[in-house]
């Protein structure tokens, strides 16, 4: 009963289709029979499937997920391909054509914006949800992105009546002062991927006009200080960097109508040795309080090149063995 083994067929609309979910060359073909015991074959205008019973079943479901997705109008990345075989391996693959089919916005070009996995669709409802929201996890999860993405679609509904957008400014030990050129110039490398997803969604013309009008505002973390901020979106960036201090500076600058969005990588810490990160001190200390949302982020949820998700795992693997 145990080595009982199955086959299964799997019909295919056209070469199209049979191209969107093998890929290029067969390459997303041969990344997935790299992950399972299952034999896949193509032959003509189906997918013949054989193996033991488990594997069967977990290949059938993921492609007959990317063949669903694809005959509604999406064509699977290898991103895609590889988090659908993650998901499948566990019987939840199914979940995606839910995820893929929700567009939150489209970018200034007409693209569709939409969550790329599971991570992401609870990040983006509890961001709907909460006033205060911390995203915690790898680089390429999408925590500022999809922030900044709902930031610009409040302000465009009108429930907020402009976006802030803030990082503290340490990396690589540099401090504001010695920079060259004025408060603006000297902000601008720090927010940079802010400016890169605003770019994305609303375009340079209509950002420029954003800025002209105060739609939208840059700052340094320490020219927070004395500030309310009311009907406004938030989005404090690289948390991770700043001190507790700081962290709780920020938080109790919230205002009436207005949502917060920390998002932060602490396994990516730039502070002088020595000093806590506000972020992990903040996540101890608020935890408990149920108006707060934590959204924690893993390698699984990272929708860059695949080879970063694999660099991630990597450090964190050698990070465990020198605890």
Not at 42 to 70: C, D, H, K, N, Y
Not at 83 to 105: C, I, N
Not at 113 to 140: L, N
Not at 255 to 269: E, L, P
């Amino acid at each position: 009963m145990l080595n009982e083994t199955r086959i299964i067929k799997i019909p295919l609309a056209s070469a199209a289709e049979g191209l969107a979910l093998f890929g290029p060359q067969d390459k997303f073909l041969r990344l997935i029979e790299q992950q399972t015991e299952a034999d896949i074959m193509s032959r003509e205008a189906e997918i013949m499937i054989s193996g033991p019973i488990r594997e069967v079943e977990s290949m059938e479901q993921l492609f007959t997920v990317l063949q669903q997705l694809f005959r509604g109008g999406y064509t699977p990345s290898e991103r895609d391909i590889m988090y659908a075989l993650d998901l499948a391996k566990v019987m939840q693959a199914d979940q995606l054509l839910d995820l893929f089919k929700a567009e939150l916005t489209t970018t200034f070009r007409g693209k569709p914006i939409r969550v790329k996995t599971i991570g992401q669709r609870h990040y983006v409802k509890m961001i709907k949800k909460m006033d205060v929201v911390f995203g915690i996890g790898p680089a390429g999860t999408g925590k500022t992105y999809l922030a900044v993405v709902l930031a610009v679609a409040a302000l465009k509904e009108g429930s907020v009546k402009r976006i802030m957008l803030t990082r503290p400014a340490v990396e690589a030990g540099e401090n504001l002062g010695f920079l060259p050129g004025d408060l603006q110039e000297k902000v601008d490398p720090y927010l940079r991927p802010l400016y890169d997803a605003l770019h994305d969604v609303l375009g340079p013309d209509q950002t420029a006009k954003a800025f002209e009008r105060g739609l939208i505002e840059v700052a340094p973390l320490a020219y927070m200080r004395g500030r309310t901020l009311d009907d406004s979106f938030i989005i404090l960036d690289e948390a991770q960097n700043t001190t507790p201090e700081q962290m709780k500076m920020f938080l109790t600058r919230l205002g009436f109508g207005s949502k917060m969005v920390v998002t932060g990588d602490v396994t990516q810490i730039d502070l002088p040795r020595g000093k806590r990160s506000g972020l992990i001190e903040a996540k101890r200390i608020l935890q408990n309080i149920e108006e707060i949302g934590f959204v924690l982020f893993s390698e699984q949820d990272v929708v860059r090149h695949s080879l970063v998700q694999k660099i991630i795992v990597a450090y964190n693997e050698d990070a465990e063995s020198q605890v």
